[in-house]
């Protein structure tokens, strides 16, 4: 949301730079659901709790918006 705020002010450089650290942030956490998951193939139980399902949903919404941002800063970038 911040990328978007940035692009709809102009700031394109800003907007990627935020953009990049969503990416970063997205990709320690996917590594860190791929690594559970790896687990369980494994045998290793992980207890399933709505914490967990709950984690899961925001991760996976959080990829949504961030490809959904990403899209956004370049139609501003088009616009502008």
């Known amino acids: ?3 978007i705020h940035a692009a709809k002010q102009g ?10 650290e969503s990416m970063d942030a997205l990709n ?5 659901q791929t690594s559970l998951i790896q687990g369980e193939i ?12 709950h984690a899961q949903d925001h991760l996976m919404n959080a990829m949504t918006v961030r490809d ?13």
């Open 11 to 20: 700031d394109f450089e800003g907007a990627k730079d935020k953009l990049q």
């Open 1 to 3: 949301m911040e990328a």
């Open 28 to 32: 320690e956490a996917h590594h860190i």
């Open 68 to 80: 959904m941002a990403a899209e956004m800063v370049e139609l501003y970038q088009k616009i502008k």
């Open 42 to 53: 494994r045998g290793e139980k992980t207890e399933l709790s709505l914490l967990m399902v």
